[in-house]
């Protein structure tokens, strides 16, 4: 199966870089055009049928994120590609959006690909398991309209993935290397990652890590003791433990939340 592709990039070097990364190691990717700003991919995207956009973010008069509104009209996928914006990075990864970090390493490359391959065989096969990339998007957007503010998160699982409001989550916990997410529905989200990568993505946003296995969300802190030990309550009632070398931390983020609420 191929891919016709574009890749948008104001960079000169960065096209030509990624053009014959493509070129030269990707069999299943044919370039279809190259765009040097977000006015010309809109055109390159009404004049061919694209599988897949390899986009820039950080360009001038019009960032990569303007392009979002045209690319949910088609059915192909989306490869954000950047070499800075810690935030644009947050935003990407919690709206489960594929992104390559600049300059682009080559296996990563093929990953970003094979993942483009399968969207496009599911949206051919009709399968009624394929996940909607467009709602990927919409979320992408929501985070994108508060500055350093996630409201949206998307947890993938073998058959899609599952949106969630930040604000809903109580807690997260790591298992060996799954991530368990607690919701304020009685519900659970378990996924396989790391916690570290959640810890990434809600910082500023009103969580703290307060122990090597647990993230809580201060929307849902009800009470902190240390009379028997560093215990605080959530919304549903759980109990967790502060290690002592987060306490400082967390007091810290307790107190910048509520001053700021």
């Known amino acids: 199966m191929q891919l016709n592709a574009i890749i948008v990039d104001d960079e000169e070097y960065s096209r030509k870089s990624l053009f014959f990364l493509i070129d030269g190691y990707c069999p299943k990717v044919k370039i279809k055009g190259i765009a040097k700003s977000v006015q010309e991919a809109r055109q390159m995207l009404k004049a061919n049928e694209i599988d897949l956009v390899f986009l820039d973010i950080a360009m001038p008069n019009e960032d990569g994120f303007g392009l979002l509104p045209d690319l949910q009209k088609i059915s192909g996928s989306v490869i954000f590609t950047t070499a800075h914006n810690q935030y644009a990075l947050r935003a990407l990864k919690a709206s489960v959006v594929d992104y390559l970090l600049k300059p682009v390493d080559i296996d990563e490359l093929n990953e970003a690909i094979e993942k483009a391959v399968i969207w496009k065989g599911l949206n051919q096969t009709n399968s009624l398991n394929i996940p909607n990339h467009s709602v990927q998007l919409n979320s992408l957007e929501e985070n994108l309209n508060e500055i350093k503010k996630i409201t949206k998160l998307n947890l993938p699982h073998l058959n899609g993935f599952n949106i969630l409001n930040v604000n809903s989550i109580i807690y997260v916990e790591a298992d060996s290397n799954y991530s368990i997410f607690h919701l304020e529905d009685q519900g659970r ?19 703290s890590r307060i122990h090597k296995s647990t993230i809580i969300n201060l929307k849902h802190l009800k009470n902190y003791s240390n009379k028997n030990g560093l215990i605080v309550s959530m919304s549903d009632t759980s109990q967790h433990t502060v290690s002592r070398r987060r306490v400082a931390d967390f007091l810290e983020t307790v107190r910048l939340f509520y001053n700021n609420e």
């Not at 989200?189 to 969580?207: A, N, W």
């Open 189 to 207: 989200v378990v996924v396989s990652k790391h916690l570290k990568e959640y810890e990434e993505i809600l910082i500023d946003t009103g969580f």
